[in-house]
T-cell receptor
Framework: GDSVTQTEGQVALSEEDFLTIHCNYSASGYPALFWYVQYPGEGPQFLFRASRDKEKGSSRGFEATYDKGTTSFHLRKASVQESDSAVYYCALGPYGSSGNKLIFGIGTLLSVKP | EAGVTQSPRYAVLQEGQAVSFWCDPISGHDTLYWYQQPRDQGPQLLVYFRDEAVIDNSQLPSDRFSAVRPKGTNSTLKIQSAKQGDTATYLC????????????FGSGTRLTVL
């Protein structure tokens, strides 16, 4: 079945470091790709999406580009802050007859030291 | 605008006990989802509704889990006879038809089955 792979389980950085979290997908169709962020004690929050090849999604200084050739949607940020510490989920979809189903990756825990 | 509200916040049970989770979605959102999030994993869809109708419950363990949304607003997820493997956070999310890929999550109910 379709799936999302996040290769880093944890990333530890210092403030102002450059961030990359890798996301690769496997899909039979042409899904949209998403990034969600989850802070401790809260549910995941939508960060941004991209729907077609070479489209860039961005929000709050984070960005990712849909790359159909490499089946990737890597999350990047030029300069992280301590407040960015959270779990980041890559997701794809929507699926189902009503187009409402998202498939989430396992998540990457980002820890940023001041 | 109020977000998605879930209760209780925590639940601790012995194996074999029953438990119910309650969700109040964002007003006007016609689609409601229940996700299961085991520790250190991404959310996994259990069931979702459009108004009061179940659209997809293929991942819901039907022998012990049930979910209803009788008036197309609030929803209840019930586990009839909990097992240790049910230990997870149960997340409710809602969305608008036509913007189904942008899910709004509640803070979840953290269930521990001893």
């Amino acid at each position: 079945g379709d799936s999302v792979t996040q290769t880093e389980g944890q990333v530890a950085l210092s403030e102002e470091d450059f961030l990359t979290i890798h996301c690769n997908y496997s899909a039979s169709g042409y899904p949209a790709l998403f990034w969600y962020v989850q802070y401790p004690g809260e549910g995941p929050q939508f960060l941004f999406r991209a729907s077609r090849d070479k489209e860039k999604g961005s929000s709050r200084g984070f960005e990712a580009t849909y790359d159909k050739g490499t089946t990737s949607f890597h999350l990047r940020k030029a300069s992280v802050q301590e407040s960015d510490s959270a779990v980041y989920y890559c997701a794809l979809g929507p699926y189902g007859s009503s187009g409402n189903k998202l498939i989430f990756g396992i998540g990457t825990l980002l820890s940023v030291k001041p | 605008e109020a977000g998605v509200t879930q209760s209780p916040r925590y639940a601790v049970l012995q194996e074999g006990q029953a438990v119910s989770f309650w969700c109040d979605p964002i007003s006007g959102h016609d689609t409601l989802y229940w996700y299961q999030q085991p520790r250190d994993q991404g959310p996994q869809l259990l069931v979702y509704f459009r108004d009061e109708a179940v659209i997809d419950n293929s991942q819901l363990p039907s022998d012990r889990f049930s979910a209803v949304r009788p008036k197309g607003t609030n929803s209840t997820l019930k586990i009839q006879s909990a097992k240790q493997g049910d230990t997870a956070t149960y997340l409710c999310a809602s969305s608008l038809m036509g913007r189904a890929e942008t899910l709004y999550f509640g803070s979840g109910t953290r269930l521990t089955v001893l």
